[in-house]
């Protein structure tokens, strides 16, 4: 059975960072491809970011890049999200995604994907 656990989410001010963990288990977690999502209250689940297991190519969407970095560690089965400059008054529940493909590039990659079961993060302004 797989099971992706999140943490790391909390309250910080605007401008300020935080770093999320997603620990996997049940997965042969070398071929999964990872990822992070978000869905703000009343707004539809959006993709934030992913890495290919096959490469560790990393793809982000347009609102993060440049702020938000994904990584992953292999040993510890883990998938972390350091997110900076997060902008004030932009709460959501963040979301990790694992699914068995090695590349995450395709427009739906996190079809039948394994969810967690999301942190919150809040910003102060």
């Known amino acids: 059975e797989v099971q992706l656990v999140e943490s790391g989410g909390g309250l910080v001010q605007a401008g300020g960072s935080l770093r999320l963990s997603c620990a996997a288990s049940?997965?042969?977690?070398?071929?999964?491809?990872m990822g992070w999502f978000r869905q703000a209250p009343g707004k539809e689940r959006e993709g934030v970011s992913c890495?290919?297991?096959?490469?560790?190519?990393?793809y982000y969407a347009d609102s993060v890049d440049g702020r938000f970095t994904i990584s992953r560690d292999n040993a510890k089965k883990t998938v972390y999200l350091l997110m900076n400059g997060l902008p004030p008054d932009d709460p959501a529940v963040y979301y990790c995604?694992?699914?068995?493909?090695?590349?995450?590039?395709?427009?739906?990659?996190?079809?039948?994907?394994?969810w967690g079961q999301g942190t919150q993060v809040t910003v102060s302004s």
């Open positions: 049940g997965v042969t977690f070398d071929d999964w491809s």
């Open positions: 995604a694992a699914a068995p493909l090695r590349f995450c590039s395709g427009r739906h990659w996190y079809d039948g994907a394994s």
């Open positions: 890495m290919s297991a096959g490469d560790g190519e990393s």
